[in-house]
């Protein structure tokens, strides 16, 4: 079982950038799709971003497409979500999330993940 740690959240003024960084051990990544999660306060768990095993393909909610970035690194076991024009409607706890996954090109389906970080708070004033 893969185990994922978050690092990377904070506070930031609306129309700047963060970096997310998802660090994993237990297992490679590399047997994983990977995502990128948000919830805020009374609402369910929203997919921002997923990516393939290999790295080729992505998938992004219409809501960050064009600001969002999601990426791998199979050899350092990580996975970043690159955040660029933040708005306030972005601040949301964020979770990285694994998905075991046969195909190396399909990023994976909400329903999909099986395995979580703690999450990271993003902050986006206004």
């Known amino acids: 079982q893969v185990q994922l740690v978050e690092s990377g959240g904070g506070l930031v003024q609306a129309g700047g950038s963060l970096r997310l960084s998802c660090a994993a051990s237990?297992?490679?990544?590399?047997?994983?799709?990977m995502g990128w999660f948000r919830q805020t306060p009374g609402k369910e768990r929203q997919l921002v971003a997923s990516?393939?095993?290999?790295?080729?393909?992505?998938d992004y909610t219409d809501s960050v497409k064009g600001r969002f970035t999601v990426s791998r690194d199979n050899a350092e076991n990580t996975v970043f979500l690159q955040m660029n024009s933040l708005k306030p409607e972005d601040t949301a706890v964020y979770y990285c999330?694994?998905?075991?996954?046969?195909?190396?090109?399909?990023?994976?389906?909400?329903?999909?993940?099986?395995?979580w970080g703690q999450g990271t708070q993003v902050t986006v004033s206004s």
């Open positions: 237990g297992r490679t990544l590399s047997v994983y799709s």
């Open positions: 999330a694994a998905a075991p996954s046969l195909s190396a090109w399909r990023p994976a389906a909400e329903y999909e993940f099986r395995y």
């Open positions: 990516i393939a095993r290999s790295g080729t393909n992505t």
